[in-house]
């Protein structure tokens, strides 16, 4: 008989990873994402690659793919800290097809990546189930994704999230702001809140202590827990119906970088805005961020979406009506500015023409 001891097996599972709690993950959110497919979905979950057919841009002349990716930034850590996963899936569907829907095109397909140090089928479910309801609401589907179990890069409970979308328009219809002149008006499609982007700032003033949030604020009139957690708006639907009607000239969504970096992205080459800061209502909780902050005008508007999630510019003339079928859509809409001269973003009150 040998003396030598018997050496143990490590397996992968030692390691950190667990492969039945992926292969549960993929069990539990495969009624979610079903929900989402479409005609042109051809699998389900479980191949290599997802597969969307375009067979339906046989009516355009020359379809274009666009694409868009992001992430929900430090929003994430709030989920962490209130144990809140159902909502952010949201925000990941809606900070990448809100940016593929500014060029005129509709979102087909999504995808996500999820990674955590150890996997919890539950939490992975909520976010899933989150991410289903975005594209259900951005009409597009949610066929694959990634979710990877890394032990040591993240903190227990924690995960990253990010997004990847595509979608098609016809290249004679893309909206790329090339027509965009002097006197166009700027309207402004209401924000459901913070969206997704200015967290860090938010967490070092507000904190992120669950039971300090979760109370009762007098000036805002609900749990601070409730608006922070809100997701952000899919506007999909709304741009596409107004673009089916009207000449939109171009689209800003309003995320990180606040109207003084995302406005601009739409102008030609010596146009810039003029922003009325009295055209419309600002949610109070910029306002409260604003006194504990100090922050001044510019640095806000460079830094939170202020209450406005969207940006499109049409000629003076149509203002009117795409405002009166905008809230049609359910959207509250306004004219926050004008097109001028010269670059970049003005704030103040407007005397130009859209105010008259």
Do not use: W
Not at 93 to 104: E, H, I, K, R, S
Not at 200 to 212: A, C, I, N, P, Q
Not at 316 to 338: F, P, T
């Amino acid at each position: 008989m040998s003396n030598k001891a018997t050496k143990k097996t490590i397996d992968y599972k030692d390691a950190g990873v667990d492969v039945e709690s992926g292969y549960e993950v993929v069990e539990k959110i495969k009624a979610h994402t079903k929900k989402t497919f479409d005609k042109n979905v051809l699998f389900g979950l479980g191949s290599f690659g997802g597969f969307y057919s375009i067979a339906d841009a046989k009516n355009m002349e020359h379809p274009v793919l666009v694409s868009g990716t992001d992430g929900v930034g430090t929003k994430l850590k709030y989920a962490f800290n209130l144990d809140k996963h159902d909502t952010i899936g949201i925000d990941c569907v809606a900070m990448c097809v809100n940016d593929v829907v500014c060029q005129g095109a509709k979102p087909l397909f999504f995808l996500d990546y999820y990674a955590s140090g150890k996997i919890n089928p539950e939490k992975v479910e909520q976010v899933v189930a989150g991410m289903a309801k975005g594209c259900i609401d951005a009409g597009c589907a949610l066929i694959g994704g990634e979710t990877a179990e890394m032990p040591g890069m993240y903190k227990d409970g924690e995960y990253d999230l990010a997004g990847f979308s595509v979608g098609i328009v016809d290249k004679k219809k893309i909206i790329n702001g090339q027509n965009i002149k002097e006197g166009d008006v700027l309207i402004g499609l209401a924000s459901s809140g913070l969206h997704s982007n200015g967290y860090s700032l938010v967490r070092k003033l507000l904190g992120e202590d669950e039971k300090t949030l979760a109370k009762h604020d007098d000036y805002l009139r609900c749990d601070t827990k409730e608006l922070i957690m809100t997701p952000t708006r899919i506007y999909v639907d709304t741009i596409l119906e107004l673009i089916r009607h009207f000449d939109i000239k171009g689209i800003a969504h309003i995320t990180g970088g606040g109207f003084i970096e995302n406005i601009p992205r739409i102008f030609p080459k010596g146009l810039g805005a003029q922003i009325d800061l009295t055209s419309y209502p600002v949610p109070k909780l910029f306002r409260l961020l604003q006194n504990l902050s100090g922050l001044d005008d510019e640095k806000m508007y460079n830094t939170f979406n202020m209450g406005i999630g969207m940006v499109l510019c049409v000629d003076y003339k149509i203002a009117d009506k795409v405002i009166e079928r905008a809230e049609k859509l359910g959207e509250s809409a306004y004219k926050i500015g004008e097109v001028i001269k010269g670059e970049g973003v003005k704030l103040g009150k407007c005397s130009l023409r859209m105010c008259n």
